[in-house]
């Protein structure tokens, strides 16, 4: 079974300054940098119309209505 002592990794503490900086810098760099460019896609949302229950309603139906709510 593979352990991390067989990655091919030299350890920040046993690098120079210098390789240590360049290490970071490196690691720095590629994570700003993007792998590959992500496309966008924009959809455009159609409103449907509330349907109106009122639309139909006729007075006698209101005057119903208001009987069987109470008012």
């Known amino acids: 079974m593979a352990t991390i002592d067989d ?3 030299q350890s920040i503490s046993d ?9 970071l810098r490196q690691l ?10 992500t496309v966008t896609r924009t959809q455009t949302r ?8 009122t639309k139909n309603l006729t007075p006698e139906l209101a005057a119903e209505l208001l009987k069987l709510l109470g008012g």
């Open 28 to 37: 720095r760099l590629a994570r700003r940098t993007p792998t590959k460019a």
């Open 7 to 9: 990655l091919d990794l």
């Open 46 to 53: 159609v409103k449907k119309e509330a349907k109106d229950p």
């Open 15 to 23: 690098m120079s300054q210098e390789e240590a900086l360049e290490a």
